[in-house]
């Protein structure tokens, strides 16, 4: 916080036009077949030239071996020092989560709002011994994650809290998490979770007087719960923890006085951008190419640029490692493009790797590419992992970009005369 | 500060020489028609041989984004981690200030001493709005450097602290710092600055009894400032803030046990050496060569020597990058002759950058060599900004050279057995 006090003091206005463009999961590890990644593998000459013409690193976003979820990885590009924002890990799940059932269907366009309940859950069991119920089995035996998911479904479809919306949102196996929505519902509870096996599940509790009514609500939520998968085989109940609405974020424009604008067409990062205090802009369809021409059409409009590509991560998850090449190389052309615009400053990168060959996020450093005029490049002769490690901004933390594209943007003033 | 008692704990006396060769803003962008920096341009055959002999890497000052002053870039450069002492921001401003008035004349050989108090202050506009007085623009409208240096001679002439001197110190557009030198000045003052414009100006307030007397001297010092500028047509006000006087800070010869030398010629660098407990030479003149002549003879005296070249980035701030690169010529064959002196450990390192391009300091990483007759060298081909950077060292903070070069001198034994 103190860091980011410094900066927001040092940070003054210009009008200069900063670009980041995000690609999510941008990095892979090698093909086994090949010894490439997705990036060595893509014919993508205007994104390597770039990274020659730019200074290039590799950014970690939560430190070593933390793979971040799209939440974290996301706020840290934006310079916000997790640790120091009293994020509810259930608000962070929310934001990550990739699928999402609202009264029994699934629900593409969900966003979290400020007034949100958040909470992050574990499917579980519940066993009678004696005349008590303690939890038999935490983790709900490791239940498979189709298993989550429809359980998911069905925990959506038949919890009815009077006035309020439920949201719930699969994990893998026994996690998931989810959102109640309406009136007067505020931070400050105890979790329900008591972290270990054969204990009794606990009610959750108010840790101050305004927080009351979202402690009743909430278990109210578990007992439904409890009562709708009764006769679920593989759980039975649900524990909570991380419960807590969305921090109150100072934003971009706050912080450093950018009039920032967000162009990603998912839900979760239109989400992000919104509790960031973005502008968050219509894009006419899902295409990549809508995409730039909305930036485009607002160059004139904002100072700072978010352009967030999720397919790249979409299809890693799924194991996809060509399609992953494919649409690297369907964006280079249209990435040239933006790069018509008159920017001052434009960074590549991502808010995490996502390797094909893993199928999941990793802890990889996230390949980044930083241009402006007066950049010292010359180091990494193409935009790939190991290309990028040899530039100028060598491996340093996610939150790091921002401040360096600000100072290239010539909107930090020194430190002391 | 954990760390720092840790490596004072760590260290013991030899009879090692340790000599920090310190180009002022060292570092550089390149130059829009070549694309070299000044290092890159410069013929420094015996720098690039060092370079070459030396482990070499990039120092960041204040980390990501963030151009130091010079008062924080040396007091990184010595090992103090700057957000654990309590350094008044007053005092950051003063140490790197680089012009002075003392009553109406300037004055060239300014030190800062442990019993000043020091402040920075904003030029500002008073206007009347009914029977009250409110800041009309804290920042005079952005008057410009020209008119606020003129503005502090005026001040440093007409403000009379009965057995007090005053000192002002113009900086960019309607920033100043200012001293005041006398008996009984102690730290713990409010801010009079109200951080916006609309509303009154405050009062100066002690925070502890012993502040009272510096609290109401700094009140007579606005009232007559006000009094003195009622005539000037862009300012008619200041507003102080960070004011104290300069911690003390551990000697580094009290930390490390070394004995240290100065062979700066400006007096800013001569202060800032002061308040670490250097010693600070004597030299008759302020051509390079007379500070090489210096460090050879006291060679026997001291551990420790800080050579300060100033000159790289006095031209750099005028934008004058051919004149960068001859200074770096100029001074290579003076760095070979310091060579032949026999230390132990060489580090040619800078306070932060200073791109020629960009016209002030930079937040880039500091290009730097580490010598010793046991060092890992061999990756840099040059002294220049992106040869470094492939160096042992990698990119790490300023704090880092100084422990590293002791242990390089063998000053550091190991923690723990």
Known sequence: MERLRLLSELCFRNDSKILFWVFDGIGGVPHPDTGKTELETAQIPNLDAFARRASCGGLEAHGAGVAPGSGPGHLSLFGYPLEHFDLPRGVLEVLGAQQCYHNGKPCDDFALQPTDLAMRGNYATLERIGDRLVIGDRRANNIATESSDEVSRALSAGIDLDGYDVYIFPGKQHRFAAVIRGADLRSGLTDADPQRSGLSPRAVEAERPEAQHAA?????????????????????TVLL???????????????????????ATYPMYRGIARLLGMDVLDVPSMSHEDQVKTLEENFNKHDFFYLHIKETDSVAHKGDFDAKVRIFEECDALFARALELDFDVVVVTGD?????????????PIPTALWSKTVLSGQASALTERECLKGM?????????LPLALAEAGRLKKFGA
Chains 1, 2 share one sequence.
């Open 216 to 236: 009743d609500l909430v278990n109210e939520f578990v007992r439904q719960a409890t009562e709708v998968l009764e006769a679920e085989p593989e759980a039975n």
């Open 241 to 263: 923890r991380g419960i807590g609405t969305p921090p109150s974020v100072p934003s971009l424009q706050e912080l450093y006085g950018i009039k920032c604008a967000a162009i």
């Open 352 to 364: 995490h790797c996502t390797p094909s060959v893993l199928g999941d996020h990793s802890w990889h």
């Open 393 to 401: 901004l060598g491996r340093r933390a996610s939150r790091d970009i």
